[in-house]
């Protein structure tokens, strides 16, 4: 079996942060500097931590059938700069759960009323998916914000889907540079009201900003931050998430080493899915989870999300909602083809101290079948239980030094056998793509990074 490749080079420049925001800049392409730095604990810290930018606020608008990876890949970094950051349902009703386009549920901060609406915000910041798109579209109250917000020269910004749904339906790209997503590029291609519609895979244009999908989403999110924060906050916040160096980060590490060959993928009867268990608490990482979580779901995997937790209610580490599927103990004597666990603190202390879920683990590899971790939890759950015995592995940087064999950490994913193990939250992809891989095969992981955009 051969596995997918890294990223090739992505192209441009961000301009500094007063030509984006001023009214007569034109159009930019993100070009992501690259720092080889080593990621400390330090760093992450320093980059939640920058009081001179966390008056900085944003709001972030969802609906039933938004893009869950680009929502959370959105909000977690610009809140990690140290951004405020609030995700608002539009629908109507009481509850703020939003079922997005892979059939994730968001848990938004707030219902977006008037009260939020009358709030000045650095930001507002959309995301794609269909139908979350028309969804945003067509609330009227949000549509006045926006224009609001396009007119007073604040940032807006849109990626995938939105840029046409949304800005080019209410005459927001009017004379304008943008991007979206390929399939719907051609709205932009074919309306002469937009001053012009490109490939980059992030347009700056003045006080707008967009994108074209979730594979684009850490190099939007980047973006923002640098809009509304300055080069710095963004340098700071792209560091500990370990992107690689082809869009805009700083790790050149080895896509992928594989020790041993992993098994074959299932062999499922017509009508049989393959069953993944995703296990998360309190305090998980936002992108891990979902990223992991939308990969498989597009690869074709019947995803489950369990809570390790007492409430099915959880709020990962950087603040996303998730209603889960239900609670651990509910699927303890099921088979899976896969378990996978995302990192993120505390969340991976929460998932090795459940006992439930370490008993599946242990017979999930005793059986041969995969299981997977990454970022913080191979080392602080797989090799605290022992899951690692003879196993080479990767982990996140500050937990690398806990694993016994360290001769494979240098590589942003590894195989070996029925384990798998990847770096952290800028890994995401790969390891997702990887997981897809070893459960249906390349083609079908080949298959998926189109629509997702990816970078290699």
């Not at 951004?83 to 939003?98: I, L």
């Not at 046409?164 to 002469?192: I, W």
């Not at 080392?379 to 990767?394: D, F, R, S």
């Not at 016994?404 to 195989?415: Q, T």
Request: hydrophobic share 40%; charged share 25%; net charge negative.
């Amino acid at each position: 079996m051969s596995f997918l490749p890294l990223a090739r080079t992505v192209v441009g420049s961000l301009p500094p942060v007063k030509s984006v925001l001023s009214a007569g800049a034109r159009a930019h392409v993100l070009v992501p500097e690259s720092a080889h730095r080593t990621t400390t604990r330090t760093d992450e810290i320093e980059a939640r931590d920058m009081a001179s930018v966390a008056a900085r606020t944003a709001l972030l608008p969802v609906a039933h059938g938004t893009e869950e990876m680009e929502t959370a890949v959105m909000a977690d970094v610009l809140r990690r700069a140290g951004a405020r950051v609030t995700v608002a349902s539009v629908e109507e009703g009481p509850s703020r759960v939003v079922k997005a386009s892979r059939g994730l549920r968001i848990r938004a901060d707030v219902s977006l009323s008037a009260t939020e609406l009358e709030k000045e915000y650095d930001l507002m910041a959309l995301p794609g998916g269909m139908p979350g798109a028309a969804r945003l579209r067509d609330c009227q109250p949000l549509t006045e914000a926006l224009k609001k917000q396009a007119n007073s020269g604040k940032l807006t910004a849109a990626i995938c889907a939105a840029p046409a749904v949304v800005l080019r339906s209410h005459g927001m790209l009017n004379g304008r540079k943008a991007t979206a997503h390929p399939g719907f590029l051609h709205e932009l291609q074919e309306d002469s009201t937009v001053g012009a519609a490109t490939e980059n895979r992030v347009e700056v244009d003045g006080n707008l900003i967009t994108s074209r999908g979730p594979g684009t989403a850490y190099e939007f999110a980047l973006a923002m931050t640098e809009a509304v924060m300055g080069k710095e906050a963004r340098d700071k916040t792209a560091m500990p998430l370990l992107l690689a160096t082809e869009i805009g980060g700083a790790s050149d590490d080895a896509p992928l080493t594989v020790a041993s060959p992993p098994p074959p993928p299932p062999v499922k009867k017509e009508g049989e899915t393959v069953k993944v268990l995703l296990a998360v608490g309190d305090g998980s990482e936002d992108m891990e989870s979902v990223i992991t979580y939308d990969v498989l779901v597009r690869g074709g995997a019947s995803v489950t999300i369990a809570s390790v937790m007492d409430s099915v209610d959880i709020t990962c580490a950087n603040g996303l909602g998730i209603e889960t599927d239900g609670l651990i103990q509910e699927f303890a004597a099921n088979e899976y083809d896969l378990i996978v666990l995302p990192g993120g603190m505390p969340g991976a202390d929460h998932l090795c101290k459940c006992s439930i879920l370490i008993d599946m683990l242990k017979r999930q590899k005793d059986s041969g079948r995969l299981y997977a971790a990454i970022c913080a939890s191979p080392a602080v759950v797989l090799e605290t239980h022992g899951l690692l015995e003879g196993k080479k592995a990767t982990a996140y940087p500050a937990f690398q030094s806990k694993l016994k064999d360290p001769s494979a950490v240098k590589a942003r994913v590894v195989i070996d056998g029925n384990c798998i193990t990847s770096q952290g939250p800028g890994t995401s992809f790969d390891f997702g793509l990887t997981l897809v891989e070893c459960l249906f095969g390349k083609p079908k992981a080949e298959e998926i990074k189109g629509p997702m955009v990816m970078w290699n």
